[in-house]
């Protein structure tokens, strides 16, 4: 094998450019090969007890609505609407705090599915007003999602602005926004870097811990 490797690197430094590039290309292919692969053979296939896990195309749906410029002109009113974020989002953060004063992701995503759970009325309100917006509809569409889907994507979006850290992002990357730049925006983090401040969902913080 270090022949092998030794013969390769020998051969590049004697080659031209134009096979160098012919030889990266070919482990571009080959990467996003194994990309793929992993995305297929990784995603989580079946929620937990309580935490039930929506199809991966309602992740592909709500992730992607972050990329609509016309939604988040649209959501940032409506949160504008609801008044101080501060105090309207701590409402919304008690409902979900256990006795130590806590907020786990996998929390909330659980109160979320329970049936015996009330949401709050500022995040029902939130989530109406969201539901009815043109971008929302044409996600439906776009994505085809049935019933249940829609009901996971409302879900998921109550989810979202439900977690401890929706004021920070909210503030920062919503309210205060005029223009999206690249580079800038942490909304289109990719499925690999879902950073602290971001509002994409990766599917496998859905099962963190309950309490």
Same mark, same amino acid.
């Given at each position: 094998?270090?022949?092998?490797?030794?013969?390769?690197?020998?051969?590049? $430094?004697?080659?031209?450019?134009?096979?160098?590039?012919?030889?990266?290309?070919?482990?571009? /292919?080959?990467?996003? $090969?194994?990309?793929?692969?992993?995305?297929?053979?990784?995603?989580?296939?079946?929620?937990?007890?309580?935490?039930?896990?929506?199809?991966?195309?309602?992740?592909?749906? /709500?992730?992607? /609505?972050?990329?609509?410029?016309?939604? /988040?002109?649209?959501?940032?009113?409506?949160?504008?609407?609801?008044?101080?974020?501060?105090?309207?989002?701590?409402?919304?953060?008690?409902?979900?705090?256990?006795?130590?004063?806590?907020?786990?992701?996998?929390?909330?995503?659980?109160?979320?599915? $329970?049936?015996?759970?009330?949401?709050? $009325?500022?995040?029902?309100?939130?989530?109406?007003?969201?539901?009815?917006?043109?971008?929302?509809?044409?996600?439906?569409?776009?994505?085809?999602?049935?019933?249940?889907?829609?009901?996971?994507?409302?879900?998921?979006?109550?989810?979202?602005?439900?977690?401890?850290?929706?004021?920070?992002?909210?503030?920062?990357?919503?309210?205060?926004?005029?223009?999206?730049?690249?580079?800038?925006?942490?909304?289109?983090?990719?499925?690999?870097?879902?950073?602290?401040?971001?509002?994409?969902?990766?599917?496998?913080?859905?099962?963190?811990?309950?309490?």
């Amino acid at each position: 094998m270090i022949y092998f490797t030794n013969v390769i690197l020998w051969y590049l $430094s004697e080659s031209d450019e134009t096979f160098a590039a012919i030889f990266w290309l070919l482990v571009l /292919i080959v990467w996003m $090969s194994i990309d793929r692969w992993y995305e297929k053979n990784n995603w989580p296939k079946k929620g937990r007890k309580g935490q039930p896990l929506p199809n991966k195309i309602v992740f592909d749906a /709500i992730n992607s /609505i972050w990329e609509n410029k016309t939604f /988040i002109d649209e959501f940032r009113y409506i949160l504008y609407d609801e008044g101080n974020i501060h105090e309207f989002t701590k409402e919304i953060h008690e409902c979900h705090v256990n006795g130590e004063g806590t907020h786990h992701n996998g929390r909330i995503w659980y109160d979320v599915n $329970s049936t015996l759970f009330e949401p709050h $009325s500022i995040t029902n309100r939130i989530i109406e007003r969201v539901t009815k917006t043109t971008q929302f509809q044409n996600q439906i569409l776009k994505y085809n999602l049935n019933d249940k889907d829609v009901d996971d994507f409302k879900k998921l979006f109550m989810y979202i602005v439900s977690k401890q850290n929706f004021c920070d992002i909210a503030k920062k990357y919503l309210i205060k926004l005029t223009t999206i730049k690249p580079g800038e925006d942490v909304l289109k983090s990719n499925r690999y870097d879902y950073s602290y401040l971001s509002l994409k969902i990766n599917p496998w913080e859905l099962f963190g811990a309950l309490y």
